[in-house]
């Protein structure tokens, strides 16, 4: 099993529909992040969690909401999808404490809005 | 604000040739820096990752070289094989402590392509 999977791996919306992309990680980290890929743009910070009562905007987080249920889970919700999201969605996490800052990914959610 | 870029957006390679990816970084105050491979259809993988009290540190086939003093990356991969086709990011942080640190900024990526 991965030790970030995102749920679901595409999806395709429509305009104005609210939508939830799910992460969950099995490698214990106290930290997890959404970014979002563009073509040429590289990840985007969208939301990052320090822990589970600790949640920050990144530098393009309007238009999107997030909830951090448990250590393990951190999802990523759009209230009203619009075109302009359409983009590749990346879960990651990283364990700070062991002077460690790499990032684990998931795999990934294609999530197009038509 | 502070950002990270790469000079070149893709670089072709021959198999057995060895392959420089550069980045440049503007924050001065960043002190780790990563190099990630991020093939088609998957998440970014962590590659090496370097300190600022570091020039240089080798893994498998993977050099990553720091100049602080102009502010440059590199990560060289030496006898590039088809399987290292892939877009290659660096990413930075910078040690500005508290709920910041380890925080990644990502440069834009390039596109590596090895021919065989």
């Known amino acids: 099993d991965a030790d970030v999977t995102q749920t679901p791996r595409n999806r395709i919306t429509k305009t104005g529909k609210r939508i939830m992309l799910e992460c969950s990680q099995t490698?214990?980290?106290?930290?997890m992040y959404w970014y979002r890929q563009d073509p040429g743009l590289g990840l985007r910070l969208i939301y990052y969690?320090?822990?589970?009562?600790?949640?920050n905007k990144g530098e393009i987080s309007d238009g999107y909401s997030v909830s951090r249920q448990a250590q393990a889970k951190f999802s990523l919700s759009l209230e009203s999808a619009i075109p302009n999201q359409t983009a590749l969605y990346f879960c990651?996490?990283?364990?700070?404490?062991?002077?460690?800052?790499?990032?684990?990914f998931g795999s990934g959610t294609r999530l197009t809005v038509v | 604000g502070e950002s990270v870029g790469l000079h070149l957006p893709t670089l072709s390679v021959q198999e057995g040739d060895n392959s420089i990816i550069n980045c440049a970084y503007s924050?001065?105050?960043?002190?780790?820096f990563i190099w990630y491979k991020q093939e088609s259809g998957k998440g970014p993988q962590f590659i090496i990752d370097?300190?600022?009290?570091?020039d240089k540190r080798q893994g498998q086939r993977v050099t990553v070289l720091l100049n602080k003093t102009v502010k440059h990356l590199s990560l060289q991969i030496a006898a590039t094989q088809p399987g290292d086709s892939a877009v290659y990011f660096c990413?930075?942080?910078?040690?500005?402590?508290?709920?910041?640190?380890?925080?990644?900024?990502f440069g834009q990526g390039t596109i590596l392509t090895v021919h065989p």
């Open positions: 990651a996490t990283s364990d700070h404490g062991q002077g460690d800052y790499g990032y684990t």
């Open positions: 490698k214990g980290h106290d930290r």
């Open positions: 969690s320090f822990d589970v009562k600790d949640i």
């Open positions: 924050n001065s105050a960043s002190d780790y």
């Open positions: 370097i300190r600022s009290n570091m």
């Open positions: 990413a930075e942080t910078n040690n500005a402590g508290g709920t910041s640190y380890g925080k990644l900024t």
